[in-house]
């Protein structure tokens, strides 16, 4: 079953989707930010379009587990695809997502200049395959 993982942001929404095996993740698109109703109908269609099963929110937690400001906001985002979509929307904690991304542009070489872009579909990557790592069993489905 494919995934998908959003990394809600306030000016752009990156987006990452699994391979068919729900193992690894993979960088899809970003989307600019326009409102929150129009976001969860672009998330929920590609999401549709790309056969996803399920769909990861990243969400910020505090040292507590409780949900950050922005966290609340991905909340928020989360329950609005839920309403224009059937597919089941899980929020994942995202600690570390942007620093990863970061890293994993400076790992690909890429140069510090080149680094300043966005890092929104690098960011929702990393925190589908922190989801994929915690959850191979339910992803993984067997050939019949």
Do not use: C
Not at 27 to 32: S, W
Not at 35 to 57: C, F, H, K, M
Not at 62 to 90: C, F, H, K, M, Y
């Amino acid at each position: 079953m494919r995934v998908m993982a959003v990394d809600p942001g306030e000016r752009r929404i990156g987006l990452a989707l699994s391979d068919e095996t729900g193992v690894i993740a993979n960088p899809l698109t970003v989307l600019l930010h326009i409102s929150r109703p129009l976001d969860a109908a672009a998330i929920a269609q590609l999401a549709v379009e790309n056969g996803a099963g399920r769909i990861i929110i990243g969400a910020g937690l505090d040292d507590e587990g409780q949900l950050t400001p922005q966290g609340r906001r991905a909340n928020r985002l989360a329950e609005a695809i839920r309403s224009q979509t059937e597919i089941p929307v899980i929020l994942w904690d995202e600690f570390g997502s942007t620093q990863a991304a970061r890293s994993a542009r400076a790992a690909m070489g890429v140069t510090r200049r080149k680094r300043q872009g966005h890092l929104d579909d690098l960011a929702a990557t990393y925190i589908l395959q922190t989801y994929l790592d915690a959850h191979p069993s339910t992803t993984l489905r067997m050939p019949d």
